[in-house]
């Protein structure tokens, strides 16, 4: 018996101080350091389209409280806040207008609203003050607004008061003139110009040109402006069914661009797939191994930066026409509300964006063009 007697003192005693330990952790997470005017509420944000709620901790001002200064009680039922996303890079397509039409276009005219230009650099000061270094201005076509204008007072904003690293466009280069760049340029770091081949017959049937104009008339122009008014030089090209045997080598290495952007063609449903989509992409599409074969014939390209489907989806920040986030996770573009009404973190949480993939693809690269060695 007295072995027995000797083993239920000792539980007795560990059962008492596991008992004793757990109320003093319990006491001490019940609290954390924040004013003691504040306290801790519970938000719900419905997501659209998904049976689920999210609880978000937001701090609410009380006019008293019987917690001691500098503790506040924690509710419960809040989830823990994920990892905060800094928007170091975003794109803002403020337009959805286009002179072109581009058989596989992944951001279609399905509105023409543009912001007006004041609720338009609040929403990029936001932004700035959220960390963002970056600012890409794309469309649609952001030279059909105001002829080039909205564009241009944007981007002297953006370097000139916000004083942004790098302030980038991406247009297809019929609309550039040479007064937008006397006007602009000091601004401006980078011009990216979208061109998917080199054979003005192929750019026909992709839907990149307008009327009898010469898209790569335009291409060159702007390269030569560029070069003139030192602002760095960037080609996009999306490869799809009409262009995944051409070889671009020399061409590319004549423009000499800072980085070739090569894109294999995306399905987004709404946009350029499925019942409600502008355009119809599926026969622009090509397999994995066709893209890959595109890549490997242009190995020589030291600026070339591919980016497949699978790196390009959700590894961007996409800002819509009203500076609403839009979450591609799901193969379509769902919005979240406007930063301008709940702010950039809030809008944030809805934007699937994929900030590893961001790293993973390069997406942060010498993007200064102070910071760049070229030759003008």
């Known amino acids: ?38 306290i801790i509420l ?3 944000i419905e997501r659209k389209n998904e049976n689920r709620r999210l609880h978000l901790p937001t701090v609410r001002q009380r006019k008293s409280t019987n917690l001691p200064s500098g503790r506040i009680g924690l509710v419960p039922s809040v989830l823990p806040v994920q990892e905060k996303v800094v928007p170091l890079s975003v794109n803002y397509h403020f ?22 230009l004041e609720d338009a650099k609040r929403g990029l000061s936001l932004l700035k003050d959220a960390g963002m270094e970056k600012i ?45 760049f006397k006007t602009y340029g000091a601004y401006l770091d980078i011009l990216a110009v979208s061109c998917d081949s080199f054979d003005p017959d192929t750019n026909e049937k992709i839907g990149r040109q307008q009327g009898q104009k010469n898209h790569l008339s335009s291409l060159r122009s702007v390269r030569r402006l560029c070069a003139e008014y ?34 294999q063609c995306l399905l987004i449903d709404g946009e350029n797939a499925g019942a409600d989509a502008i355009r119809n992409a599926q ?6 191994e066709e893209f890959q074969s595109f890549l490997e014939r242009h190995r020589d390209v ?46 944030l949480l809805f934007s699937g964006f994929d900030e590893r993939m961001f790293f993973k693809r390069g997406g942060q690269y010498v993007w200064s063009k102070a910071d760049m060695r070229l030759e003008w």
């Open 302 to 347: 030291e600026c070339l930066v591919p980016e497949s489907n699978e790196k390009m989806q959700n590894s961007y920040l996409i800002l819509d026409e009203y500076m609403r986030f839009l979450d591609c996770t799901k193969g379509s573009k769902q919005p979240s509300k406007s930063l301008l009404d709940v702010g950039v973190d809030n809008a």
């Open 42 to 44: 519970t938000d719900t």
């Open 136 to 180: 890409n201005f794309s469309g649609g076509e952001p030279f059909i607004v105001k002829r080039g204008a909205f564009v241009g007072e944007l981007v002297r904003f953006c370097k000139e008061s916000l004083q942004l690293p790098s302030v980038t466009i991406v247009s297809n280069g019929s609309l550039v003139t040479e007064n937008w």
């Open 1 to 38: 018996m007295e072995p027995v007697f000797t083993v239920l003192v000792f539980s007795s005693v560990v059962v008492a101080f596991v008992i004793f330990n757990y109320a003093k952790l319990k006491h001490h997470m019940s609290s954390t350091f924040l004013s003691g005017e504040d």
């Open 283 to 288: 026969t622009f599409v090509i397999s994995d």
């Open 95 to 116: 337009t959805r207008k286009c002179n072109y039409q581009c058989g596989f276009c992944f951001h279609t005219a399905k509105t023409s609203f543009v912001l007006p």
């Open 230 to 263: 030192q602002v760095a030089f960037k080609l996009n090209s999306v490869v799809n069914t009409y262009n995944k045997d051409e070889n671009m080598v020399e061409e590319v290495k004549q423009l000499n661009p800072c980085r070739w952007k090569v894109f």
